[in-house]
């Protein structure tokens, strides 16, 4: 299987704008950039994976991703994430890539063990999901073959992809993991980020003990 993972990437100054009652810009930018160096660098270690694309309209994530030998895709000004990940998708299918699978930039605790775990679950004409906590969002999706069906992110976007890999005829799997669940949105997600990192495991990951008491 030639498996390419595809990273989209908003600009990383502007990146966690919900997170404004809790960190200040600077700290947003900190902690964009810290997971998604973060993805990039778990994403790498995989031998299962042919390659990364990263697209994105922001030049300082795009210079990032090649620092990790990652492929990068300039994205349109006006673009959005659906139709983003589709031109992504036609690009690497035309690197003959029989399987993509998408990854967002912000799992802070994302590893090896789910990635491999997704890939594992992974048939010929199949599609594997893992969902946030509230199993509304999808926060991961392997899609083989590729443009099997139309990304359709947003709001209760692990049930659209589910019904549309079920009417192509794919087999469908959603992959469980706490992990993979948890994405750094709101500042009640800061709350459980930071109750991680005390257990010293991801020191490269910046903490934000201030601002979340001052929140």
């Known amino acids: 299987m030639s498996l390419w993972a595809i990273i989209p990437v908003k600009p990383l100054k502007n990146a966690k704008s919900r997170l404004a009652p809790a960190l ?6 900190e902690l964009a950039q810290a997971m998604f160096r973060h993805v990039l ?10 390659g990364v694309l990263v697209i994105s309209r922001d030049t300082k994530a ?13 994205e349109g000004a006006f673009s959005n994430l659906n139709p983003a990940l589709l031109r992504a ?18 799992l802070p605790f994302i590893n090896a063990e789910d990635i ?8 010929e004409n199949s599609l594997v999901i893992a969902t946030d906590r509230e199993r509304d969002g999808t926060n991961a999706l392997l899609v083989r073959p590729p443009g ?20 192509a005829g794919l087999r469908v799997s959603t992959y469980q993991s706490d992990r993979m669940a948890l994405d750094i ?16 495991q991801f020191g490269h990951l910046p ?9």
């Open 24 to 29: 200040l810009p600077n700290q947003r930018f």
């Open 41 to 50: 660098s778990v994403t790498a270690t995989i031998q299962q994976v042919t």
């Open 62 to 74: 795009l210079a990032i991703a090649r620092e990790f030998g990652a492929k990068t895709l300039q």
């Open 89 to 106: 998708t036609m690009v690497v299918k035309s690197w003959r890539a029989d399987a993509v699978l998408i990854l967002p930039a912000d």
């Open 116 to 123: 491999r775990g997704m890939i594992q679950l992974a048939d």
């Open 148 to 167: 099997a069906i139309e990304y359709q992110y947003g709001g209760g976007s692990y049930a659209r992809h589910i019904r549309l890999a079920e009417k």
């Open 185 to 200: 949105d709101v500042p009640e997600d800061l709350r459980d980020y930071q109750e991680i990192l005390a257990r010293g």
């Open 207 to 215: 903490s934000f003990p201030l601002a979340l008491g001052a929140s």
